[in-house]
């Protein structure tokens, strides 16, 4: 093989007794937490041991440098063999390890951020190949530097479709600088994986889906480092290292053993380790490990703004989809660190606009949710990007998982879903965004924005991009009319009042379309004698608790919501929330409460019991 020099039989040992010392640091610290994965982290001994101290460039001392190699550890419950690599790499103190699952320590039963060494929380498998991609799609495409991105994964986890979705993206974006590592050792939580030890059937696979794959005895240090070598010489495409492993490899009568998965060694522990130690010929062992290349370019994505303020008329109609697109084109144009990824709706969700003026700043992602998810947090780790990420909203509720670990990985991805709620009309239930401000609610930290015009959706995307954690914006299909200046201030938190008059005897909220039907339904009560205030929420999370109870108490504390998703977690029961401790306060919830159906979006507001008809109805009883 082209420039590959055999090692010399000495640095082979000394990779051999790391790996050994990562085995026996494992087990020691499993054993004080009584808990763990000793067999599970035994299985990569030799892996973690040829990438943290042969073939990974880093700098010890600061583990986030731009310029370092990335690992992720996709099969999360190894952990306490990552803490151990970084420990012998001389982090921090192996001794430390002890701490593993205590409550004082963050040395987690699985990768946190919370350490200077973890990029993202990973244990729900099969997502760490999608964060790979991403950081590997920003080190070939954006940052055209020398740092490359490696993942292990465990044969288990590779049964999750989101591996696939993740695989078939790193070979159709050619991500040469991608290593994907499968650890294979045959045997899942409760039993044997399904393809075990068939070797072939995993290189037919992984060379199927376009990637480069070498099939290598995982305990044998001398084929790793050629495998890995051949990985770092491999163009156009990623390679896949499928590692022929044996769980518990070194721990006699458990070794390759069923119903060890999860649990410490306990009586087992002290002839384990005599026999470990027993193979290891240098107790003090030469750390070399590789320099990265300081060529990754310095970025700012602070302090972003829309290039231009808005630019519409009042009364002129447009949907905040189409004003989402506009948006991020300008906020494109002020940051060049601004990226777009979509699942082949850019077209409908109008990220597309991005695409027209920086075509290399668009990733499609094509109908694989999960993996564009997990794209987007890669992307957006170690502050390389300012992701925003489209599709419809409702299709981020198979992305769910992926959303929940984004915001344990402390993420600042922003997911913009269009096409929400019944007012999309005739294509029906399956594409109706109606869980969406539930899910992103339940998101902890999580931002949540419903702009009803094209001026608050400009400036909730220009706010989103500057806001830390999950940013949740949702858009509209349908035109609606601009109500706001273009020089309209709004804030994180704070609502409007659209309006209002001392002799109001309601006050009605609503969001997005909702808020039109609450103006419409305000204009027919005042026909009948009867005044009410509308409110603008702005973002569903936080709530104006503030500004809401305050109106509602110069109302004779009566509060309807209304709203174009189901009943349950939406707007309603964020309000319902927000006044609960308020003694005279009563609100009456208006939403979708059954699976609608096809029909024109005038008619299925009216049916599902959220048109205006339908507020002026609630109100007169209210008042009665």
Same mark, same amino acid.
Request: one cysteine or more; a neutral charge; glycine letters at 8%.
């Given at each position: 093989?082209?420039?590959?020099?055999?090692?010399?039989?000495?640095?082979?040992?000394?990779?051999?007794?790391?790996?050994?010392?990562?085995?026996?640091?494992?087990?020691?610290?499993?054993?004080?937490?009584?808990?763990?994965?000793?067999?599970?982290?035994?299985?990569?001994?030799?892996?973690?041991?040829?990438?943290?101290?042969?073939?990974?460039?880093?700098?010890?001392?600061?583990?986030?440098? =731009?310029?370092?190699?990335?690992? &992720?550890?996709?099969? !999360? $419950?190894?952990?306490?063999? *990552?803490?151990? +690599?970084?420990? #012998? /790499?001389?982090?921090?103190?192996?001794?430390?390890?002890?701490?593993?699952?205590?409550?004082?320590?963050?040395?987690?039963?699985?990768?946190?951020?919370?350490?200077?060494?973890?990029?993202?929380?990973?244990?729900?498998?099969?997502?760490?190949?999608?964060?790979?991609?991403?950081?590997?799609?920003?080190?070939?495409?954006?940052?055209?530097?020398?740092?490359?991105?490696?993942?292990?994964?465990?044969?288990?986890?590779?049964?999750?479709?989101?591996?696939?979705?993740?695989?078939?993206?790193?070979?159709?974006?050619?991500?040469?600088?991608?290593?994907?590592?499968?650890?294979?050792?045959?045997?899942?939580?409760?039993?044997?994986?399904?393809?075990?030890?068939?070797?072939?059937?995993?290189?037919?696979?992984?060379? =199927?889906?376009?990637?480069?794959? &070498?099939?290598?005895? !995982? $305990?044998?240090?001398?084929? *790793?480092?050629? +495998?890995?070598? #051949? /990985?770092?010489?491999?163009?156009?495409?990623?390679?896949?290292?499928?590692?022929?492993?044996?769980?518990?490899?070194?721990?006699?009568?458990?070794?390759?053993?069923?119903?060890?998965?999860?649990?410490?060694?306990?009586?087992?522990?002290?002839?384990?380790?005599?026999?470990?130690?027993?193979?290891?010929?240098?107790?003090?062992?030469?750390?070399?490990?590789?320099?990265?290349?300081?060529?990754?370019?310095?970025?700012?994505?602070?302090?972003?703004?829309?290039?231009?303020?808005?630019?519409?008329?009042?009364?002129?109609?447009?949907?905040?989809?189409?004003?989402?697109?506009?948006?991020?084109?300008?906020?494109?144009?002020?940051?060049?660190?601004?990226?777009?990824?979509?699942?082949?709706?850019?077209?409908?969700?109008?990220?597309?606009?991005?695409?027209?003026?920086?075509?290399?700043?668009?990733?499609?992602?094509?109908?694989?949710?999960?993996?564009?998810?997990?794209?987007?947090?890669?992307?957006?780790?170690?502050?390389?990007?300012?992701?925003?990420?489209?599709?419809?909203?409702?299709?981020?509720?198979?992305?769910?998982?992926?959303?929940?670990?984004?915001?344990?990985?402390?993420?600042?991805?922003?997911?913009?879903?269009?096409?929400?709620?019944?007012?999309?009309?005739?294509?029906?239930?399956?594409?109706?965004?109606?869980?969406?401000?539930?899910?992103?609610?339940?998101?902890?930290?999580?931002?949540?924005?419903?702009?009803?015009?094209?001026?608050?959706?400009?400036?909730?995307?220009?706010?989103?991009?500057?806001?830390?954690?999950?940013?949740?914006?949702?858009?509209?299909?349908?035109?609606?009319?601009?109500?706001?200046?273009?020089?309209?201030?709004?804030?994180?938190?704070?609502?409007?009042?659209?309006?209002?008059?001392?002799?109001?005897?309601?006050?009605?909220?609503?969001?997005?379309?909702?808020?039109?039907?609450?103006?419409?339904?305000?204009?027919?009560?005042?026909?009948?004698?009867?005044?009410?205030?509308?409110?603008?929420?702005?973002?569903?999370?936080?709530?104006?608790?503030?500004?809401?109870?305050?109106?509602?108490?110069?109302?004779?504390?009566?509060?309807?919501?209304?709203?174009?998703?189901?009943?349950?977690?939406?707007?309603?029961?964020?309000?319902?929330?927000?006044?609960?401790?308020?003694?005279?306060?009563?609100?009456?919830?208006?939403?979708?409460?059954?699976?609608?159906?096809?029909?024109?979006?005038?008619?299925?507001?009216?049916?599902?019991?959220?048109?205006?008809?339908?507020?002026?109805?609630?109100?007169?009883?209210?008042?009665?």
């Amino acid at each position: 093989m082209a420039n590959y020099h055999k090692m010399e039989a000495s640095s082979v040992q000394t990779l051999k007794d790391l790996a050994n010392k990562l085995r026996i640091d494992s087990i020691v610290a499993t054993n004080a937490s009584k808990s763990g994965h000793p067999t599970s982290c035994a299985s990569m001994a030799e892996i973690m041991s040829v990438l943290f101290f042969h073939t990974m460039r880093y700098k010890v001392s600061t583990p986030k440098d =731009a310029a370092n190699d990335r690992f &992720i550890l996709s099969k !999360g $419950h190894a952990a306490p063999i *990552l803490y151990a +690599a970084w420990a #012998e /790499a001389g982090l921090f103190p192996v001794s430390d390890l002890t701490n593993l699952r205590k409550i004082d320590s963050d040395l987690e039963g699985h990768p946190t951020p919370r350490l200077n060494f973890i990029d993202v929380g990973t244990g729900s498998l099969g997502q760490g190949l999608s964060v790979a991609c991403g950081m590997a799609y920003v080190g070939k495409y954006f940052d055209k530097s020398s740092y490359r991105t490696f993942c292990l994964l465990g044969d288990g986890e590779s049964a999750e479709g989101s591996v696939w979705e993740a695989l078939n993206f790193a070979s159709s974006y050619n991500l040469d600088n991608l290593v994907v590592i499968f650890d294979i050792n045959r045997l899942g939580q409760s039993g044997p994986t399904p393809l075990q030890h068939d070797m072939e059937v995993y290189r037919q696979r992984l060379t =199927a889906f376009g990637l480069n794959a &070498i099939v290598v005895d !995982g $305990h044998d240090i001398e084929e *790793l480092t050629k +495998a890995f070598h #051949e /990985a770092s010489i491999t163009k156009g495409k990623p390679t896949a290292i499928l590692a022929k492993t044996y769980k518990g490899k070194g721990f006699t009568n458990i070794e390759d053993a069923e119903k060890w998965h999860g649990t410490p060694l306990n009586d087992k522990t002290v002839k384990v380790l005599e026999e470990i130690n027993g193979q290891i010929r240098n107790k003090k062992m030469p750390i070399n490990i590789p320099k990265p290349i300081s060529d990754v370019p310095a970025i700012n994505i602070t302090n972003v703004h829309l290039s231009s303020q808005p630019n519409y008329t009042l009364g002129e109609k447009i949907a905040t989809r189409v004003a989402y697109g506009t948006a991020l084109a300008k906020i494109a144009e002020n940051n060049n660190r601004v990226i777009a990824l979509d699942a082949d709706t850019k077209n409908s969700t109008f990220s597309d606009k991005i695409k027209v003026k920086y075509p290399e700043r668009h990733i499609e992602c094509f109908i694989a949710e999960q993996n564009m998810v997990g794209v987007a947090i890669g992307a957006a780790c170690r502050d390389r990007t300012i992701a925003f990420v489209s599709t419809f909203a409702t299709f981020f509720t198979r992305a769910f998982d992926q959303i929940r670990m984004g915001a344990i990985s402390q993420t600042n991805v922003n997911f913009v879903g269009s096409h929400c709620g019944i007012s999309i009309g005739e294509d029906g239930p399956s594409q109706m965004g109606l869980e969406d401000i539930a899910l992103f609610r339940s998101i902890p930290g999580s931002t949540v924005f419903y702009p009803a015009d094209a001026v608050s959706c400009e400036r909730s995307i220009e706010l989103a991009a500057n806001t830390k954690g999950v940013c949740f914006v949702r858009t509209s299909r349908p035109a609606t009319a601009v109500i706001y200046k273009n020089d309209e201030v709004f804030e994180v938190g704070k609502a409007k009042v659209i309006k209002s008059s001392p002799s109001d005897k309601v006050l009605i909220i609503g969001a997005g379309v909702t808020l039109y039907e609450a103006l419409n339904a305000a204009e027919d009560l005042e026909k009948s004698g009867i005044s009410v205030r509308v409110i603008d929420p702005f973002t569903i999370k936080p709530l104006d608790a503030a500004t809401i109870i305050n109106n509602a108490k110069e109302c004779g504390g009566k509060i309807i919501t209304v709203e174009d998703h189901y009943s349950e977690g939406g707007l309603g029961e964020a309000v319902l929330s927000a006044v609960a401790e308020e003694r005279d306060i009563v609100v009456r919830k208006l939403a979708v409460t059954d699976i609608p159906r096809s029909g024109p979006a005038n008619v299925l507001l009216d049916l599902f019991g959220i048109s205006a008809k339908n507020v002026v109805a609630a109100v007169k009883k209210f008042v009665n």
